[in-house]
């Protein structure tokens, strides 16, 4: 789930300031949804680079160097993050070979675990997990859309950009793919380029990435532990392709494809954006600043550079909406499979297009954004989403002890190892958000636990139409 919460919020803040001034329990092992496997392992790829690469990785290392002032040990930080990335993509990729089920996380814990506990992840990601972030990206892609169109306000060009993607969303499964696949490889391309750019035109500045003996001092240390945390946010949307399992051709085969290559892109990417920015802006101009990628950008093309890696940024945010809103809505329809109350949800338009669910998703999205509502709701669901993907990792080793005999097309790489690396990571990400943000993660534990009740609800009336239906029948 599409994450880099806090700094991209702070990102808009800062921006304004300046503009200013289951369940039943579903088929074992192996059902599917969706009308058909129409996408490409092109195509999930996109999705996957879509869905991580959004605004953290252009905001975050200013707070990096602040105490970590080494070229090398930065550059190490952000490929630590995506190694980790990597080890959570190969637990995934286990559990979606075996359940080629969209809806990620919904369809994973209920199979390892308990309908219930797919319900609870399902509840967060269909009502909010999806919605804020979508409002929070189409907001960013306001602000930063004022380097294209001046003053233009910020809201008319988030709505606008959200109901745009939700439209081509609802022309069905074959649109969305041609659409999410140009939108990702312009994002792509207009990286490379400014990557191209600042080693070409850009002044190198006394910064080596070569390693040193004091970089040891800084890798051990706390803040690199705790920009670790920030680099995982930025590394979050690697399991974008299990939403969509039931539409991707061969998805045993093709969807822990897709997060492995979609991954490795992004991790190379994102090494290399921070050697640029660190290769061409001063680390003292950097130090403490959030819009790191806005002064590389001054010092490569000048006085236009803001407005240069505005538009970058702009319209790459055009393809990490489109992926959420591709497959956030996956979740609510495969609900919607499985839950009579849901029904609706899962009716598909004749293109493949879960139309009710985008709809829902898209009047969530808007009002969060009329509201200004998606940044509180963002503070609270971090963890609750952390705590999905700790027990979906959880559950490859549950499985693999409680059920050795399923059959699994593809299986984890490196397990137990990768499996243990992700599970240390998230568990000390969640530590940290107990003891920063405890308000904050309580209330995620609530609407966690609201999920249960909801779950309660559903399931006894569930129980109860059987029996009215048979004293009717009497």
Known sequence: MPARWQLLAAALKVRSEMAASETGSPAWPGSRSGSGSSVSVLVAVAIVVADMVGVGVFTSLGFQVKDIPSGFSILLLWTIGGIVALCGVFSYGELGA????????????????????????????????????????????????????????????????????????????????????????????LIVAFLVSGFVIGTAQPVSFAPSASDFTHIVSAPFAISLVFVMYSFSGWNAATYI????????????????????????????????????????????????????????????????????ICFGLISSISAMM??????????????????????RSTGGAPAYAILFQLTVASLMLFTRSFEAVLDFIQFALLFCSFFTVLGVIKLRITHPDLPRPYRAWGYPVTPVVFLLVTGFMMYYLLTERPLQSLLGLLIMCSGLLIYAVFRKRADQAPAAVSAGSE
């Open 245 to 312: 399992i039931g539409e991707v051709r061969l998805p045993e085969r093709n969807v822990p494809r897709a997060m492995l290559f979609g991954t490795l892109i992004v991790l190379v990417l994102y090494v290399a954006l921070n050697a640029v920015f660190l290769h061409t802006a001063p680390i003292d101009k950097l130090a403490g600043q959030l819009d790191v990628a806005r002064i590389s950008g001054s010092y490569i093309f000048g006085e236009f550079g803001g407005r240069i890696v505005g538009a970058m």
């Open 98 to 189: 075996m359940f080629p089920r969209s809806s990620g996380e919904y369809n994973f814990l209920g199979r390892a675990y308990h309908p219930a506990f797919g319900f609870v992840a399902g509840w967060v990601s269909a009502t909010v997990g999806f919605a804020a972030p979508v409002a929070l990206a189409a907001m960013a892609f306001g602000e930063y859309g004022k380097s294209v169109v001046p003053n233009a306000p910020p809201l008319a060009l988030a709505i606008g950009v959200v109901w745009l993607v939700s439209l081509v969303q609802l022309t069905g499964v074959r649109h969305s793919s041609n659409f999410q696949l140009i939108a990702t490889i312009l994002k792509v391309l």
């Open 326 to 347: 591709w497959i956030g809505p996956r979740v609510m329809m495969t609900m919607g499979e499985d839950l009579p109350v849901l029904r609706a949800f899962a009716r």
